[in-house]
Nanobody, 123 residues
Framework: QVQLVESGGGLVQAGGSLRLSCATS?????MGWFRQTPGKEREFVAA????????YYADSVKGRFTIARDNAKNTVYLQMNSLKPEDTAVYYC???????????????????WGQGTQVTVSS
């Protein structure tokens, strides 16, 4: 059983920055970040391969968000810059432990999830 614990969410003004962290038990795994707003499906944000060599971003965050990892600390990060009100959501980290290639963007491929952290961007 893999446990994931997110932190770093909060309230920020538009144009500001936040960094989310996701600590995992064990690893390294392929890691993804997803987000969800009420009434909508959970959507893909970013993913990184277990070694960190490959990253993948949703078009809506490309150039603003950066996924990174420190395997010595079993921690994955999501640096979010130039935040917009439409980035407001609950953000979830997820682990994919089958090491699929290419790294998946589909939430169904991720088999462990964190509890989520709220990010609110005010206009």
């Amino acid at each position: 059983q893999v446990q994931l614990v997110e932190s770093g969410g909060g309230l920020v003004q538009a144009g500001g920055s936040l960094r989310l962290s996701c600590a995992t038990s064990g690893g390294p795994y392929t890691m993804g970040w997803f987000r969800q707003t009420p009434g909508k499906e959970r959507e893909f944000v970013a993913a990184m391969s277990w070694g960190g060599a490959t990253t993948y971003y949703a078009d809506s965050v490309k150039g603003r968000f950066t996924i990174a990892r420190d395997n010595a600390k079993n921690t994955v990060y999501l640096q979010m810059n130039s935040l917009k009100p439409e980035d407001t959501a609950v953000y979830y980290c997820a682990a994919e432990t089958f090491y699929r290639l290419p790294i998946p963007s589909s939430r169904e491929k991720y088999n462990y999830w964190g509890q989520g952290t709220q990010v609110t961007v005010s206009s």
